[in-house]
Each structure stands twice: as C-alpha cells, then as structure tokens.
C-alpha cells in the first residue's frame, strides 16, 4: 500500500503582501515529491517479487487527478477518502483515517508493506507514516534509502540518520516511511497511461466504513492551526568590498560573524568569548 497526498506546488505559492496569506490561486497541485518515490519502490518490489500496488489517499474530490496520475506509473487500484466529515484533520486524526481504510483493504487483500513519503511538502510534519505504523501495530523502518531486500517475512532498508546511515530490518507486515535518494523515478509507460486515463478511483466515504466519527477532522483533532503568518521578510545584507583593501574587508567580516554569534571567539580577544 502507498499513502499518497496531493499538495500544492510549494515551490509556486507565494504570499500576498497586501492579506499576508498565502496566494494558492492557479498553483498546481502536485503527487507529494516523496510520495513519488515510495509508489516507485512500491512498483519496483511488485516488478521483482510479484503481489499488487493499491494506492490511498485522504483528500477533497480533486485529490482524484494525483491518483489517477499515480496509476498511470503501474499501481493496481486506488482509494480515494473523500468525505467533509475528514476535513480539517490534524496528524493524529489524518493517521486515524488512513488506518481504518488500510485495515479494512487488508482484510481481503493482506498488506505486506506500508510505503509513505518522509513528509509532505505542504504540512511538513513527518508524523502521519509513524502515526500509522504505530495504529497498526507494524514495526517501522524512517527515512529509508535504500530497500536491500524483501524475503523470507522481512524487509531490510538503509535508513538516513544524522551519523550516516544505519541497516535496519523488519518482520513484515511492516511500514516504511522513504527519501528522495531511495531510487530514480521513471516514466510512465503508455499502455499504462491509456489504462490510468481510463480508470476511476474507487470513493469511500466516512460511512463505508468503521469510523469513531470523534477521531475524525477538526473534532478528532488535539491540535488546531489558531493563526498563520509569513515568516518576517529578511532585511538587505550589507555588501562588503574585497578588490581594493581585501585584508580590510576580511577583518570586517569576521568582526561582523561575531558580532552575530556565527563564531564565538573573537581572533583579536586573548582568550575570547567562548
Ligand atoms: C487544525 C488543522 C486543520 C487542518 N486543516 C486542513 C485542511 O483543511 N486541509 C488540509 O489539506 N490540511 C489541513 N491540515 C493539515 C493536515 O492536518 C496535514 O496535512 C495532515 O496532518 C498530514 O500531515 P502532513 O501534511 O504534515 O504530512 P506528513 O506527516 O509530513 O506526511 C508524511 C506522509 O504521510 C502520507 N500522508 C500524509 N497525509 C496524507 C493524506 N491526506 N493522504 C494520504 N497520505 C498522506 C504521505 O505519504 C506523506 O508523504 C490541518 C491541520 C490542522 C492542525
């Protein structure tokens, strides 16, 4: 299974000086960037041990077209969780929608793997994978670079990590969250592209299936967004001329670097700051 989530391109939006909010108007919405390369491993493993890709996602009515984009790479199905009664969700509610409708493919169809994204370029939270994994009961395996191998019941990926990268393996089922770096993406093929345009993802609603209604959208939500704001805009940075006194100019940058707490020790002070 893939979690997937259409977002706005968030390289196009831009904040409006006038409102200060953020002008999403005639951005388009993209397949989350990571999202891409968990639904590519997903296709790769399928390719090379066999079983099936069902695609997932909690969105408005137009989250449809990032699926149907998403099929077009090789995916076998695709569920579209659409409903008022999700709008509004915050990680834990997000992560509590994506499980019920996973367990419930799972009761026809069991799920090995869980893939998701890192994160999602609009929320940036990197909570939903985790809090998936965690509803479940799988074992999960963050910021996978790699996936080794996948036999015998378990799955072995290289994770990112501050230090470098660690080999961690996990008894399947189980859900990896991925990077970019986990492989290249490729293009759709055509036959696959015709099938894609053609289908029509399957919808559930809230009532299709078992849902606490209170875990649900902004009811089923701890946290709430009270106020947002652009960040402050950043000053003009000063220009420093090296060409006629560079020695000069070295010395002033220094002064300035400590001046701003970027180096702690003063070079002219005995001792410094430290
Ligand atoms: C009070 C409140 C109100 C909100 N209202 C809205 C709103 O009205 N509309 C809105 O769009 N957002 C809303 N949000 C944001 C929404 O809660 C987040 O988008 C959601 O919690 C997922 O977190 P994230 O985007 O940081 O994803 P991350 O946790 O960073 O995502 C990690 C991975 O999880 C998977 N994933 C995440 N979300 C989905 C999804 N929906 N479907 C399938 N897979 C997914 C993807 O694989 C993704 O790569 C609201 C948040 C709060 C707190």
Request: glycine content about 8%; some cysteine.
């Amino acid at each position: 299974m893939v979690c997937l989530k259409q977002v706005p391109d968030t390289s196009e939006v831009r904040i409006d000086p006038a409102t200060n909010t953020l002008m999403r108007e005639g951005v388009p919405s993209i397949i989350n960037p990571y999202d891409a390369h968990a639904l590519e491993e997903a296709i790769r493993l399928k390719e090379k041990v066999g079983g099936k890709v069902t695609i997932i996602s909690m969105g408005p009515p137009q989250a449809k077209e990032a699926l149907k984009k998403a099929m077009s790479f090789g995916a076998d199905r695709a569920i579209l969780l659409s409903d008022r009664a999700f709008a509004g969700s915050d990680s834990l509610a997000t992560a509590y929608v994506l499980t019920v409708a996973i367990q419930k493919v799972h009761e026809s169809d069991p799920v090995d793997l869980v893939f998701t994204g890192k994160e999602a370029i609009d929320g940036d939270t990197a909570q939903t994978g985790p809090g998936i994994a965690q509803r479940l009961g799988f074992p999960q395996l963050t910021y996978a670079i790699k996936v080794r191998d996948l036999n015998d019941g378990w799955v072995t990926v290289e994770r990112k990590t501050e230090a470098g990268r660690e080999v961690a393996k996990a008894m399947l089922p189980a859900l990896i969250t991925v990077e970019k770096e986990l492989n290249e993406l490729r293009y759709a093929s055509l036959p696959n592209m015709m099938k894609a345009a053609k289908y029509e993802p399957e919808y559930w609603e809230a009532k299709s299936l078992p849902y606490d209604t209170t875990q649900l959208g902004l009811k089923g939500s701890p946290t709430s967004v009270v106020r947002i704001f652009p960040p402050p805009a950043r000053s003009g940075g000063d220009k420093i001329d090296g060409m006629k006194d560079p020695q000069g100019a070295a010395a002033m940058v220094v002064e300035k670097m400590f001046q701003q707490n970027i180096i702690m020790t003063h070079p002219l002070a005995k001792g410094g700051k430290h």
